[in-house]
């Protein structure tokens, strides 16, 4: 939805990419309120919490040799030293938001996969899933940005309504609340689906597959521009950078009479 030819260098043509700081401290973040958990419930700290970072830093670096990159030429240490102290910021945040010692998640990390009745295979990976004594189920997501501006917040729920759907499809319950904790700004954005909202989200994955279906087979995929291509690390490839794309790797039917030559898409 974002940029259909951004989609086509990430997923067809597999193009690298740099890691990035922002989101690499999002994965670091993850990582410490995942294994909090693990601990009992009275030691579930902001002190606590924090002492785990640097040791989760480690295992995310032995994990992923490439996160190296980001603080080679950080010869004194002290990016690193602000970057890890703004992830501790983040984490403590998080206990102003959530009160970790009335929490037991059943499920952490959640990888869950549905197939529609269309044949379409929905998969992701849930932050955390709670379940009431009563049997309500609550999705919760963390992000590490600051909250989007109430005109935006339905793109930031379409995320939590593809969990909700799959959830749904897979164990015949709708989530009571979907819940994304902000921890850069100290919001928390809440929405309780009801099924005619999933069947909306699921009538528009179909339609956006059906369009990924269409563009893979004729190797039309166009770009979208927006005021995030200051952060892409394609523009090398991009037409609207004067760019030229790699060669298409998969074969590729006629495209249709009247259909137009790959150019800019609209915002629609």
Do not use: N
């Amino acid at each position: 939805m974002q940029c259909p030819l951004l989609y086509r260098f990430r997923v067809i043509d597999r193009l690298p990419e740099k890691p990035s700081e922002a989101a690499t401290r999002g994965t670091l973040v993850h990582a410490v309120l995942e294994r909090l958990f693990d601990a009992p419930a009275v030691e579930r700290t902001a002190p606590r919490a924090k002492a785990l970072v640097p040791g989760q830093w480690q295992r995310l670096r032995e994990a992923r040799p490439e996160l190296v990159e980001l603080f080679a030429d950080d010869a004194d240490g002290e990016r690193l030293a602000r970057w890890l102290a703004e992830a501790e910021r983040l984490v403590e945040r998080w206990f102003t938001l959530e009160d970790p010692t009335r929490l037991e998640p059943a499920e952490r990390e959640l990888f869950v996969e549905a197939e529609l009745d269309s044949g379409l295979t929905l998969r992701g990976i849930i932050d955390r899933v709670d379940v009431a004594p009563t049997g309500e189920v609550r999705i919760v997501d963390y992000k590490t940005g600051k909250a989007p501006r109430p005109e935006y917040a339905e793109g930031a729920l379409f995320q939590m309504k593809f969990y909700a759907l799959v959830v749904w499809r897979l164990k015949k319950v709708v989530p009571r609340r979907l819940q994304l904790v902000y921890l850069g700004s100290g919001d928390v954005l809440t929405y309780d689906p009801v099924p005619a909202d999933l069947e909306r989200v699921e009538r528009k994955l179909l339609a956006l597959w059906e369009a990924i279906r269409l563009a893979t087979e004729t190797g039309d995929w166009r770009p979208r521009p927006t005021k995030l291509c200051g952060w892409c690390d394609h523009r090398a490839h991009c037409p609207e950078f004067g760019g030229t794309p790699p060669p298409y790797p998969l074969p590729v039917r006629a495209e249709e009479s009247g259909s137009t030559a790959q150019g800019r898409m609209g915002p629609d």
